[in-house]
C-alpha cells in the first residue's frame, strides 16, 4: 500500500544552520506531495506542496523537490529560525478512480528544535 | 474567510462511554476528513464525509462514526472508549474532485481527548 517514510527526530540545529528533512514514499498512480507543520498545540498547517514530478514547491524560505526516480520529497531550508521549531509532516495524497480525492497519508513527523 | 473550527478542545472520558467530537468546514469546501494523531505519531486517516455520506474509510473499527450535515458541518462519534483512543482528533476540508490533491486540506486545531 501507499506508504511515507521520513527521518526521524528529534533534529536540534542552531540559528542559521541548513537543514535537511528526507522524505521517501511508496504510492501507486502519481501522487500530490505535501509537507506539513505542526507547532506546539496547534493543527497542522500546509507548507508547501507539489503535484507532479520535478515540481517544486517553497514557502517562506523552505524548498522541496518531487523526484519520481528516487520517490523521494526532501525538505530544506537554507537559514532556520528559532520560530521555525515545530513538528513536519511529509504526506502524499492520491485521486481514487473515479476521480474522488484520496485522503492523506503522512509520516511520522520530525521535530525540529533550533537553538539560538 | 473562516478556518475549520472543532469543539471541544480538550475532553476527558471514561473507558466505555461515548463520545462526540464537532467539526465546521472552512466556508465553502464541503468535504470533511477526520484524522487520529496519537502522541508522537503522524495523523492516522479515519473516514471523509462528502454529500452527507462516507466516501473512503481508513483502518478503524465500526465504533467509530461519523455525520455530515447540509452545512458540510460534520460529527465524528466514538462509542465504547478504549484508553487507546485517547489522542488528538483533526478535522481537515476540502472542496471534491480532486481539488485537494491539488492544494491539501485545511486543518483545525484538534480536540484532544483523554480516556481515562
Known amino acids: 500500500g501507499d506508504s511515507v517514510t521520513q527521518m526521524e527526530g528529534p533534529v536540534t540545529l542552531s540559528e542559521e544552520a541548513f537543514l535537511t528533512i528526507n522524505c521517501t514514499y511508496t504510492?501507486?498512480?502519481?501522487?500530490?506531495l505535501f509537507w506539513y507543520v505542526q507547532y506546539p498545540g496547534e493543527g497542522l498547517q500546509l507548507l508547501l506542496k507539489?503535484?507532479?514530478?520535478?515540481d517544486k514547491g517553497s514557502n517562506k524560505g523552505f524548498e522541496a523537490t518531487y523526484r519520481k526516480e528516487t520517490t523521494s520529497f526532501h525538505l530544506e531550508k537554507g537559514s532556520v529560525q528559532v520560530s521555525d521549531s515545530a513538528v513536519y509532516f511529509c504526506a502524499l495524497s492520491v485521486v481514487n478512480y473515479g476521480g474522488s480525492q484520496g485522503n492523506l497519508i503522512f509520516g511520522k513527523g520530525t521535530k525540529l528544535s533550533v537553538k539560538p | 474567510e473562516t478556518g475549520v473550527t472543532q469543539s471541544p478542545t480538550h475532553l476527558i472520558k471514561t473507558r466505555g462511554q461515548q463520545v462526540t467530537l464537532r467539526c465546521s468546514s472552512q466556508?465553502?469546501?464541503?468535504?470533511v476528513s477526520w484524522y487520529q494523531q496519537a502522541l508522537g505519531q503522524g495523523p492516522q486517516f479515519i473516514f471523509q464525509?462528502?454529500?452527507?455520506?462516507?466516501?473512503g474509510r481508513g483502518n478503524f473499527p465500526p465504533r467509530f462514526s461519523g455525520l455530515q450535515f447540509p452545512n458540510y458541518s460534520s460529527e465524528l462519534n466514538v462509542n465504547a472508549l478504549e484508553l487507546d483512543d485517547s489522542a488528538l482528533y483533526l478535522c481537515?476540508?476540502?472542496?471534491?474532485?480532486?481539488?485537494?490533491?491539488?492544494?491539501?486540506?485545511?486543518f483545525g486545531s484538534g480536540t484532544r481527548l483523554t480516556v481515562v
Open positions: 507539489a503535484t507532479k514530478a520535478d
Open positions: 504510492a501507486t498512480g502519481y501522487p500530490s
Open positions: 464525509y462528502y454529500r452527507e455520506e462516507e466516501n
Open positions: 466556508s465553502g469546501h464541503n468535504t
Open positions: 481537515a476540508s476540502s472542496l471534491a474532485g480532486g481539488w485537494a490533491k491539488i492544494n491539501g486540506y485545511t
